[in-house]
């Protein structure tokens, strides 16, 4: 799986990140839940998923970076 950083203008300083399929995007879903990582989807659609980590960032790059 690909967890790509990146920028998303004018939604703040929490850290961003996209994965490109559903699959992965499920998985790192199931997982932020489960560890209580709060996330915020930004952008969905044939092109992936784009999405902030809001709280416990630490425990989510720990994880997939």
């Known amino acids: 799986m690909k967890v790509k950083r990146m920028s998303y203008p004018g939604w703040g300083n929490h ?3 996209h994965v490109g399929t559903f699959k992965d995007w499920e998985e790192i879903c199931q997982w932020m839940y489960q560890c ?5 989807l930004l952008s ?10 809001r709280d416990n960032h630490e425990w989510f790059a720990l994880r997939w970076l």
Do not use: D, W
């Open 36 to 40: 209580k990582v709060e996330h915020f």
């Open 15 to 17: 850290p961003t990140y």
């Open 44 to 53: 969905s659609g044939g092109h992936g998923y784009t999405f902030q980590v």
